[in-house]
């Protein structure tokens, strides 16, 4: 008696759909957040910006690494990811907040990773090379490498993915200082933040 009601459960919950089993978490999908709009004569002002990147950063997962620990293992968040590369990310941010822009811009976005310290401190990191041109004759004005770094509130990936955000933040206008500072005469600018 008492297996063939447990024969009749486990029909029951077969037909009914049910699973004892738990279902997988789905990441949770990040970004930058949204930028201020410039608008200029009613419409979206689009500078030309292309930022590049090599194979390891051009997927959506968020990388992390244990510099106390294992400084040469880059890890990945299973549960957080970005909603798009973070190159193609820090482009359409780019894109979609910049000022009008008089000059083409070729980035490559060469180091994106959180990077712990100790088990409860970490940093994020970011160093992209950029490259001024001019629109019209495509002759290079300047080029400079930046380093920026900020440290997260808390050493998790929210800690990561809101540092992040501060961070392109502050690149958007690092940029924007630069290009005003190049010169006049279109003479080549080459420098490297230390």
């Not at 206008?173 to 933040?193: C, F, H, K, V, Y």
Request: hydrophobic residues 45%.
């Amino acid at each position: 008696m008492r297996y063939s009601s447990l024969l009749v459960s486990a029909i029951i919950m077969a037909s009914a759909g049910c699973s004892v089993a738990p279902k997988p978490l789905q990441p949770a999908l990040h970004d930058f957040g949204a930028p201020y709009l410039q608008y200029e004569n009613g419409t979206f002002a689009r500078p030309a910006v292309t930022v590049t990147a090599p194979k390891w950063l051009r997927d959506n997962r968020i990388r992390y690494r244990l510099l106390y620990a294992a400084p040469t293992r880059v890890r990945f968040y299973a549960l957080d990811r970005w909603i798009a590369p973070p190159p193609e990310l820090f482009e359409q941010h780019l894109i979609a907040g910049a000022k009008p822009l008089e000059y083409l811009l070729n980035i490559r976005l060469m180091d994106f990773e959180q990077q712990f310290e100790a088990s409860d401190r970490a940093r994020v990191v970011m160093r992209f090379y950029l490259e001024a041109y001019a629109p019209d004759s495509k002759r290079q004005l300047g080029a400079h490498e930046f380093h920026l770094q900020q440290a997260t509130q808390t050493p998790d990936a929210a800690g990561a993915v809101t540092a992040f955000a501060g961070l392109v933040q502050q690149a958007e206008s690092r940029i924007q200082d630069w290009l005003a500072g190049l010169p006049e005469s279109g003479q080549p600018d080459i420098a490297s933040e230390p």
